[in-house]
């Protein structure tokens, strides 16, 4: 079963997007994205 990584963004918090995971990731996953709530392209990083 393939697991999801959830991006939350680092201005308000709210978790926009949702990504499958890689088996052979270390990283957190860190991708300038679109915040609907912000209005405005923001960092979003993987949450836990």
Wanted: overall charge positive; some cysteine; glycine content about 2%.
């Amino acid at each position: 079963m393939a697991k999801k990584v959830v991006l939350s963004c680092e201005k308000c918090g709210s978790r926009n997007y949702s990504f499958p995971d890689k088996e052979d990731s270390t990283k957190r996953l860190e991708l300038k994205k679109f915040c609907a709530h912000c209005n405005e392209h923001t960092l979003h990083k993987q949450t836990k």
